[in-house]
T-cell receptor, first 113, second 115 residues
Framework: RKEVEQDPGPFNVPEGATVAFNCTYS??????FFWYRQDCRKEPKLLMS???SGNEDGRFTAQLNRASQYISLLIRDSKLSDSATYLC??????????????FGKGTHLIIQP | DAGVIQSPRHEVTEMGQEVTLRCKPI?????LFWYRQTMMRGLELLIY????????DSGMPEDRFSAKMPNASFSTLKIQPSEPRDSAVYFC?????????????FGPGTRLLVL
C-alpha cells in the first residue's frame, strides 16, 4: 500500500463550481498534514496546513479524519487560476525536528471557463 | 529574501558523466532537504540535513548518489556516474526549526536529463 494515495484525475470542473479532493495515508502515527499546490513546471508551494478540527482559508477548506486516515480539500467558487496539481502531504513525526515530507502523486485540477 | 536558489536550472548530460546539483537555502533555515520528482514515482525525499549534518539519507537510491552540506548556505547533490534513469526534476527545500508546521520552501528545481 502506498503511503499517501490520491486520485490523479484530471478533474475537469467549470469555473465557479465546488470541487473536493480526498487522500488517504497509511501511517497511523502521522502527525502533520498539508496540501501543497504545484503549477506546471514549477516547484510545490504550501497551500495550507490541515488541522484536526478542520480549517478554512478563504475559498479553501481542509479537513482531517484520523480514524479513517484521510484528508480532504474543498475548493468553493473555483477560479481559472486554481488549475494546478494538488499534492497531499504527510509528515510522520511531530518531534523537535522538521523531518522529511511524504507526498502523494497529486490530483490534477483543470478549471474550465 | 531570494528564496531557495538552485543551479543549474537545466542539465543535459551523457550516461556515465558526473552531475553536481547546487542549492542555497533561505538564510536562517536550519533544515535542508533534497527531493526528486518523476512522473512514475512522484516526489521522493532523498536526504535531509539539520545544521549541516545529514539526518536521514535512507531515500538516496544508491551509492552513485552523494550529498554534502559544507556550510549553512550551501549544499550539493552529486551523481557519479549518472544513468538515464536518474532523469528527473531535483528539488531542494529548506525550513526553519520552529514555527507551526515548519513549512518547507522549495527551490525552482533542476531538470536533469541523462542521455
Amino acid at each position: 500500500r502506498k503511503e499517501v494515495e490520491q486520485d490523479p484525475g484530471p478533474f475537469n470542473v467549470p469555473e465557479g463550481a465546488t470541487v473536493a479532493f480526498n487522500c488517504t495515508y497509511s501511517n497511523s502515527a502521522s502527525q502533520s498534514f498539508f496540501w501543497y499546490r504545484q503549477d506546471c513546471r514549477k516547484e510545490p508551494k504550501l497551500l495550507m496546513s490541515v488541522y484536526s478540527s478542520g480549517n478554512e482559508d478563504g475559498r479553501f477548506t481542509a479537513q482531517l479524519n484520523r480514524a479513517s486516515q484521510y484528508i480532504s480539500l474543498l475548493i468553493r467558487d473555483s477560479k481559472l487560476s486554481d488549475s494546478a496539481t494538488y499534492l497531499c502531504v504527510v509528515r510522520p513525526y511531530s518531534g523537535g525536528g522538521a523531518d522529511g515530507l511524504t507526498f502523494g502523486k497529486g490530483t490534477h485540477l483543470i478549471i474550465q471557463p | 529574501d531570494a528564496g531557495v536558489i538552485q543551479s543549474p536550472r537545466h542539465e543535459v548530460t551523457e550516461m556515465g558523466q558526473e552531475v553536481t546539483l547546487r542549492c542555497k537555502p533561505i538564510s536562517g533555515h536550519d533544515y535542508l532537504f533534497w527531493y526528486r520528482q518523476t512522473m512514475m514515482r512522484g516526489l521522493e525525499l532523498l536526504i535531509y540535513f539539520n545544521n549541516n549534518v545529514p539526518i536521514d539519507d535512507s531515500g538516496m537510491p544508491e551509492d552513485r548518489f552523494s550529498a554534502k552540506m559544507p556550510n549553512a548556505s550551501f549544499s550539493t547533490l552529486k551523481i557519479q556516474p549518472s544513468e538515464p534513469r536518474d532523469s528527473a526534476v531535483y528539488f531542494c527545500a529548506s525550513s526553519p526549526s520552529s514555527g507551526r508546521g515548519k513549512t518547507q520552501y522549495f527551490g525552482p528545481g533542476t531538470r536533469l536529463l541523462v542521455l
